[in-house]
């Protein structure tokens, strides 16, 4: 289909609607969809066709418009349900842990489950940055209030790792919660699965971040922790 | 002139041509360069019109033709220029150290030189981002010569490092340049001049790379030693 499709650039695609009927609505819904997220990010808001869109989801043109009402109503979906998806997924991922989990735990694990879902909706990913001044002001609305939503998690996290004591003082917590995912989101630019796997990567960007702002900086660990485990 | 531009989001047109008669060719050249970065950035390469880009430069249209042949030529320029003056920055301040330097000391030196200059250059590095698989591939060629040849530089700092044993072993050196690269490069999309300094930017970047990848992390000490100078 696409040469970042081809090489398994959206597991997701895969593992999520393969176990079911792919010829439901809902299917073929999300298919255009993902067609649509990959045009975007390609061709950019000015050169998007609905008709490239069709042919990359093999339906015809005007199916598109029994889903959306418009172009720019699939654009908008596109630029917000990436960020949307990802908060929905880091969040229940934080709500999983054990109360008592430290704050620093807290962010390790917002980082996996960041970096994993950025990676499984790259094409989203890079619609949303590479058109974020490309798209009129309306089709930015949603997409706006679920980063602030986001950024509102994150920030939380740093927040309350600072308190905690385990994270540098002298670093600004906004600074640091800005470079981490800088950090995790570039990765959906240059990650190669032929190179390297999720889980290593995933593994060097926890060890990469705790370093990155750990007050009292200690060998890390959490590959050993993971190896007993 | 643009939000960007008058918020002192590109110092380095400031800086380096205040000096000088700002009305020769060579000032109207960069002139028009630099509106060319801002609207490739904003408006993506299908909706780049040199009309915009003249109104931005203040000058007629018909004077870009006087420096680029064609439309495609200035956005070919814009597209590999904004890298390829950060990697001889960069290069530049590497140089500029005495030959005992250590590997982390190179390092942490490069990432200061490719923060500001990424900071100064930012509508060149979000042209250059966001239209990587928008332009025709033609148009890409010298860009990604250049990236080539600055990844290698990159690559040459996190292989000293390695071998220099202040790099922690479980970490994939590749992994950690393209980590340190996206948090960096992340800034130019999120740096807000009115809220903190590049400075305190710079500072915080530094202390965020060394703790990320050293072996035996310790507390850092780099604004100390700053403070002393």
Known sequence: MTRRWANGGTPAARREETPVV??????????????????????GYAGFRVTAVAAIAEVQAPAI??????????????????????????????????????AMDRLIAAVEAHLRHVLEMSDYSR??????????????????????????????????LNRSGDMRVELDPYHAQMLILGALNWCSEWWDPRRSSVDTLVADAQSFVRGSIIAFPQPDRSRRRRAQA
Chains 1, 2 share one sequence.
Do not use: C, F
């Not at 010829?23 to 999300?30: A, H, I, N, V």
């Not at 949303?128 to 509102?152: C, H, M, T, W």
């Open 127 to 160: 619609a949303a940055i590479r058109n974020a001044d490309q798209v009129p002001p309306s089709i930015r609305k949603r997409q706006i209030r679920e980063e602030n939503l986001y950024g509102e998690l994150w920030r939380r996290l740093l927040y309350d």
């Open 22 to 43: 792919e010829s439901g609505p809902e299917q073929t819904r999300r298919r255009i969809r993902d067609a649509a997220a990959h045009v975007l990010s390609v061709k």
């Open 65 to 102: 418009y029994y889903y959306w009402a418009s172009r720019d109503e699939l654009i908008e979906e596109v630029m917000w349900v990436g960020t949307a998806a990802t908060r929905d997924h880091t969040a229940a991922a934080l709500d999983a842990l054990p109360s008592d989990t430290s």
